[in-house]
């Protein structure tokens, strides 16, 4: 497994021979020009999970991929035909991958927004760690994740959720997501206390460079 973060939500994942790109949003441009790519999948349909104004140039640049994204994304962007919704407790197969959708709702931001759907989606294939990127909710644990992507910090957290959440996942490695309204002191902030906080240690990958999560 190779994990490459490709700023703010964005990851690119390798495993099994596969290429999956999770969460191509308009808070950072690393996925710009991403190509060979097996599979996009989308978490939720806000513009910092899904760029409005790029993902179709990230479609059109790999015509091979297969797209999944939380149903909500279908009635809110123009998307061409073949793109396909993956739901709560849905999965799906890529060759020797297998991706899990699991929870369903974004985490509250305000009591008077109302709350839109969103999946986390774990990884997993055979000889390979389970990772899992729970995009914006922390309300879902699932069991057996190897490896985390954290978010660093959201409107709809504070960081005494984040603990609580790690620590319910109770994976071994992580790194950080979700950082696009952080500053380089906050992301340090953060990082320290999930690191000493949780079970978790939460590795930097702000440099954009492929990581190999030990076996």
């Known amino acids: 497994m190779q994990i490459t973060h ?7 994942l390798e495993v099994a021979d596969r290429r999956i790109l999770f969460d191509p949003g308009n808070f950072s441009d690393g996925w710009h020009g991403t ?3 097996d599979a996009i999948v989308v978490t939720h349909l806000h513009p910092d999970h899904i760029d409005p104004d790029h993902i179709g140039g990230l479609l059109a640049d790999n015509p091979g991929a ?5 149903p909500g994304v279908l009635s809110q962007y ?3 035909p073949g793109v396909q919704g993956i739901a709560e407790d849905e999965s799906v197969e890529l060759g020797g991958v297998r991706i899990e959708a699991v929870g369903g709702l974004h985490a509250v931001i305000h009591r008077d927004i109302p709350r839109i759907g ?3 989606l774990v990884v997993s294939a055979e000889g390979e760690p389970t990772f899992f990127h729970p995009g914006d909710s922390l309300d879902t644990a699932p069991a057996g994740v190897d490896v985390i ?3 660093m910090m959201g409107p709809w957290a504070a960081m005494k959720e984040h603990i609580d959440f790690l620590r319910e996942v109770g994976a071994p490695q992580g790194f950080g997501i979700h950082d696009g309204l952080l500053s380089d002191r906050g992301w340090k902030l953060s990082h320290g206390r999930y690191n000493e ?5 939460v590795h930097d990958l702000r440099d ?3 990581w190999t999560p030990a076996g």
């Open 6 to 12: 490709l700023g703010h939500a964005a990851v690119l």
């Open 66 to 70: 297969q797209v999944w994204v939380e």
């Open 35 to 37: 190509t060979d790519l």
């Open 78 to 80: 123009d998307l061409p």
């Open 208 to 210: 954009r460079m492929p």
């Open 197 to 201: 906080m949780t079970p978790t240690t």
């Open 118 to 120: 969103n999946v986390g």
């Open 149 to 151: 992507a954290i978010p």
